[in-house]
């Protein structure tokens, strides 16, 4: 299915837009549309399995920690999570 679309563009986007070569600029922003939506749905897994993973590292510097808080892996991981919300403030 096609569907036609109007836009108002940036003057930046405008001056690249008219530069593109004649008869090929709907599918070319066609497939700049479908890239941008796999790109989006890249990042959102990436991000996804980002917080799977500090939770994981999170999980194991505590079972780490209780084990032998001296450990130097211990603070090690604990500094890999400052800023995320399983950073821990035992020090």
Same mark, same amino acid.
Not at 27 to 33: E, G, H
Not at 35 to 50: F, G, P, S, T, Y
Not at 73 to 81: A, Y
């Given at each position: 299915?096609?569907?036609? =679309?109007?836009?108002?563009?940036?003057?930046?986007?405008? =001056?690249?837009?008219?530069?593109?070569?004649? @008869?090929?600029?709907?599918? +070319?922003?066609? #497939?700049m549309?479908? +890239?941008e #939506?796999?790109?989006?749905h890249?990042?959102?897994?990436?991000?996804?399995?980002?917080? *799977? *993973? @500090? +939770?994981? =590292?999170?999980?194991?510097?505590?079972?780490?920690?209780?084990?032998d808080?001296? *450990?130097?892996?211990?603070?090690?991981?604990? #500094?890999?999570? =400052?800023?995320?919300?399983?950073?821990q403030?035992?020090?």
């Amino acid at each position: 299915m096609k569907q036609l =679309i109007s836009a108002t563009l940036s003057e930046e986007a405008a =001056i690249i837009y008219n530069n593109w070569e004649k @008869q090929k600029k709907s599918a +070319r922003l066609s #497939d700049m549309i479908v +890239r941008e #939506d796999v790109n989006m749905h890249h990042i959102d897994a990436l991000q996804k399995a980002k917080t *799977h *993973h @500090q +939770r994981l =590292i999170s999980n194991a510097m505590i079972a780490l920690h209780l084990k032998d808080a001296s *450990h130097p892996l211990c603070k090690e991981l604990n #500094d890999s999570l =400052i800023g995320t919300i399983y950073y821990q403030y035992w020090e």
